[in-house]
């Protein structure tokens, strides 16, 4: 069932795509590519627990989005269920169309029921994988799906051309609903509920109670190179993966080439999109091996700490009997330990750009403004007359820069756009905490966090360097930072508190990793730059949801160049209203 299940996820999600192409003529180069997402309910059975659940046309996981580089997108969603909604392009660099980019409240109000709006943007220059998810609340727990760029029509990849593509997306599962979860948590100011299953493809596998028949499976024929297109869609945790007795040569990561290496192991981090090769064995009929992913974690409190795991089989040849395939063993990988910072060093270390003529590593090597925000958990006071179950009787809170970010009622990039900013928005979000203490020392006493909503205002064209400096008031922990709206480099990382005197000198300036989600260390710091190119508001967040949830984000203001081809274009007619 799990493969028929799959099998027809592939067939839509190609259907889409075919349809799009046949519906217009085609242009040699770039075409407009036309989608629906109609927002519904759907009832879905995992872990022998029946959900009424928000989808993408009553897919679970949603519809696959496919596009050459260059191409345009036309994504028509349609609201039809009672809550809000906003689809976010995660990845994409939406240039001068921030309107598209669907964080809620930051480029757009929501789509409310019975409403439909018109995601309207190009790809340009990028090619690999990146998804897309709902942006509001915890509605992309079940409201997600893969975004595949292919390359231009006749560029081959840098690297050997696969037999077939494969998209594995990671989830999470809770057999609760994840609204009521997330409402719960931030009234009684506690940790939010863990999941009850990590999914390949929505799929939790054979390692979980009630769950063997809905087990990925991903048939091979041996001797080929499979493009596995990894995606971590989960809501709160890092992912070990692995797949046993095979090795994965990672050649693409958020959708920008990178040095081809080869690992037992990869670490993807909510957010974050790897492209591995994976060559098959010569012979190996009927066999089957695991393919198993869990958490990487470095924070407190509790989590699930459970294996999602799929299967890998060999074809075997229609003479090889069942019986003779019963003989093999299954194969299990073995996966790093839950708290392996190490390897998560290691592995980050490896990652390098391309960077050759064709693909190269446009790393700003002058730079304009030099940012420093600290990123870590921290607390609030409880409501007077209640308990809360934060610690030591607080509420859990999250900042940058101990900011605790307020979301507004309305969306910040129509309030900047319309000039309406005063009482949204206030544009002095600071270039660095306003008080030094050990970062990553023993915890401050006071635990306290600010709240605001503070923009940092970048002219256009600015280079900017960004130090993220994790912090351990409430126990030193990984974030996966992810920046809308760019790329960035990863131009150094370290353990401890940040030292420009002894760190800057060693930056790699000539290939660093260029990506869209970091992690920044538990307990240390990463040094990123970007170009400010592209005009607009651009929400910067950690992707674990629950820090986000407790305000572990901000956003920049990148103004408009002089030039036409330098500002936002108009709002489209049909932006949803607050
Ligand atoms: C889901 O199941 C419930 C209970 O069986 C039913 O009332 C409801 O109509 C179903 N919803 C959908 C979208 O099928
Ligand atoms: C999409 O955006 C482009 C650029 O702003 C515009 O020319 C085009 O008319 C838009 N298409 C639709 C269907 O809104
Ligand atoms: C969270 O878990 C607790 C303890 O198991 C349970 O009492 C509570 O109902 C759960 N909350 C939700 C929203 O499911
Ligand atoms: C799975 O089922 C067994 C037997 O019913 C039970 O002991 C175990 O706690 C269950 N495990 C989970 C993770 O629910
Ligand atoms: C996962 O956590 C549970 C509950 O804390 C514990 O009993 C179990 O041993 C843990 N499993 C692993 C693989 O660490
Ligand atoms: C990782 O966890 C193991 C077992 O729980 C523990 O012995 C070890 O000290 C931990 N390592 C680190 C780096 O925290
Ligand atoms: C706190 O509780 C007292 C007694 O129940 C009540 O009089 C008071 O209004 C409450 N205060 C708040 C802020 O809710
Ligand atoms: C909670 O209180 C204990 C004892 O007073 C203290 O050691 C600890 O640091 C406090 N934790 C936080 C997060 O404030
Ligand atoms: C910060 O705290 C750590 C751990 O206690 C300590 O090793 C380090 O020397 C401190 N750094 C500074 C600058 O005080
Ligand atoms: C924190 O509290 C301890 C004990 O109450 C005190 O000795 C120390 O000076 C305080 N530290 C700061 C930075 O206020
Ligand atoms: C910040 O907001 C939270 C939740 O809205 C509130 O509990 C807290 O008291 C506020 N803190 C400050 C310093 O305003
Ligand atoms: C949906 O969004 C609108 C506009 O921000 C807001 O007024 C309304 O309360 C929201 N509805 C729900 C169900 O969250
Ligand atoms: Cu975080």
Redesign the pocket.
Known sequence: MGTASHHLLVSMGFFVAFMALCLLPQPVQAATRHYHFNIKMQNVTRLCHTKSIVTVNGQFPGPRVVAREGD?L?IKVTNHVSNNITIHWHGIRQLR?GWADGPAYITQCPIQTGQSY?Y?FTVVGQRGTLFWHAHISWLRSTVYGPLIILPKKNVPYPFEKPYKEVPIIFGEWFNADTEAIISQALQTGGGPNVSDAYTINGLPGPLYNCSAKDTFKLKVKPGKTYLLRMINAALNDELFFSIANHSLTVVDADAIYVKPFETDTILITPGQTTNVLLKTKPKFPGATFLMTARPYVTGQGTFDNSTVAGILEYQAPLRHSALSMKKLPLYKPILPALNDTMFATNFSKKLRSLATPQFPANVPQKVDKQFFFTVGLGTHPCDKNRTCQGPNGTKFAAAVSNISFVQPTTALLQAHYTGQSSGVYSPDFPISPFHWFNYTGNPPNNTMVANGTKLMVLPFNTSVELVLQDTSILGAESHPLHLHGFNFFIVGQGFGNYDPNTDLKNFNLVDPIERNTVGVPAGGWVAIRFLADNPGVWFMHCHLEVHTSWGLKMAWLVLDGKLPNQKL?PP?ADLPKC
């Open positions: 345009r036309l169309s018109v309207n274009l489209p």
